[in-house]
């Protein structure tokens, strides 16, 4: 297939890696970055011999697709950009700073046939593939998701920045329409909120507790899932897990059966880009498209206005997980 020309839009923390992964991919060749500081993206563009621009739409004229990975709230003026040039996008999560600018952006790229992908990188954790196939109805989710403070990112809350995760997780394995939504949370060292908690209860009777921090002395990233017949574990950081499983339940012959997976170490988020870029050449979804990303972003809106004291359920609600 043909090689498709791609550049970087936000070379800082994360996007430096997407830049870096473009460079080294057969399908895909790194034509140029941008970014506003003059220093980064001469250093990023000359590290992996790229052009780099501090105007991002002087890319867009040379490229076939894009990472963006600026702060949240420019992501619908930078993506509807893009989509208007006629570039495929996968933009950082969350896909926007609200939902009306992520359907904006959804309703673009299905306007003008583009792919649009949203970053979810967790999905692309190889732990996952694992563990995905043995969750079937499961009753109750607990999600942990704890970092130690850093002002990088303070420009969201805490559940736009890490509880999206997890929110995008559960919305995946297909538990049905949200039912129910509750939250607490609080700033602690920013303007936003820096912890928060929150219940989700859907129609089908699952009950998925969250919890996310970035008030923490260490990281942590587990799933905890129980269901008919089984328990699992799940350790994003290590790529761990461990399931226990009733084995012959309706027998006098019962037993629990031990099961420890280890994951290997690929990049997720390379396997994120090969994704994007097979979306791109097959016209066939295989990352987390728009409209998932939008899904994802209305639930923790629900979250962050339960937080804020919203009564629910709230108007729309059960279309969330649809």
Known sequence: MEVIRTG??????????HARIYSELPQTRLVGVADLDQARRTEIGNRFGAAHFGDYRSLLGQVDAVSVAVPTLQHRDVVLDCLEAGVHVLVEKPIAATPEEGRQMVHRAKQNGLVLHVGHVERFNPVGALVRDRISNPRFIEFHR???????GTDVNVVLDLMIHDVDLILSFGLGRVKSVEAVGTAVLSPQVDFAHARVEFDEGCVVNLTASRMSTGRLRKMRLFQEHLYLSVDFLSRQGIVYRQTDPATAESSVQEESIQAGDEEPLKRELQAFVQGIQTSVPAGVSGEEGLAALELVHAIIDSIRG???????????GA
């Open 146 to 152: 704890l970092a130690p403070f850093q002002p990088r």
């Open 310 to 320: 919203t009564t629910f359920p709230l108007p729309g609600l059960s279309k969330i």
């Open 8 to 17: 970087v839009i936000g070379v800082g923390h994360l996007g430096q890696h």
